[in-house]
């Protein structure tokens, strides 16, 4: 199944390539231009405003929230008509130490607000949280893309993995584009999610 797109494309392989150049040449320029810095850190505003930067040229959907439910393998994340609640009580969530950013950034990786491109404006809108809040953020670089994908997988059950994982990670160069860019990076994201109806849960 190859999703609706703005480009055209119908083939699933080519609109994966397109949807990485053009998402990586949208946050090169939303590190560049200073634009990530003016937003309000950890909210979903936030990440709807990044969402939409890095997917407007794709979807029509980008910066919305979700009007489908989304499975990986036996895991539902927000069913869609509980969304729009979780996401008002994560944005309540504390975020002032490295525990209350990671426990917010699992709560809304399980609500996972739009229909694709959830984990790179994720991962940007948490290295936002961090600097705010801590003055550090995540160096991609020296994250195990295995390891990660999997703790992350784990993570709604236990989310002690990810912390480790994230924690090791932590660096004071914030400015780094590099660091940054590595986020982007498509293959840190868990593919394989499947659509399917809310009345296929009843």
């Known amino acids: 199944m190859v999703l609706e797109n703005k480009l055209g494309i ?3 392989a080519e609109l994966a390539r397109e949807e990485e150049r053009i998402s990586k040449k ?5 590190f ?3 634009i990530s810095d003016k937003f309000e850190a950890g909210t979903f505003e936030t990440l709807s405003k990044i969402h939409k930067f890095l997917f407007d040229e794709i979807y029509d959907f980008a910066g919305k929230i979700r009007t489908v439910n989304l499975a990986k393998g036996n895991f539902r994340f927000a069913p869609v008509m509980y969304l729009e609640t979780a996401i008002e009580n994560i944005d309540k969530m504390p975020q002032s130490t490295f525990d209350e950013i990671i426990e917010k950034y699992v709560e809304m990786n399980i609500a996972h607000p739009f229909r694709e491109g959830n984990g790179r404006s994720m991962r940007i809108w948490l290295d936002l ?8 953020v995540v160096d ?3 994250v195990d893309k295995t390891d990660y994908l999997l703790a992350m997988e784990r993570s709604p059950i236990k989310n002690t993995e990810i912390k480790v994982i994230l924690k090791n990670a932590l660096t004071e160069n914030i400015y780094d584009r590099e660091i940054y860019m590595k986020g982007i990076d498509a293959s840190y994201n868990i593919e394989g999610y499947n659509l399917f109806r809310y009345n296929d849960l009843m």
């Open 129 to 136: 949280i961090f600097k705010k809040e801590l003055n550090m």
């Open 10 to 12: 119908q083939n699933s």
């Open 26 to 30: 949208k946050a090169y320029e939303l």
């Open 32 to 34: 560049e231009k200073g």
């Open 140 to 142: 991609w670089n020296s």
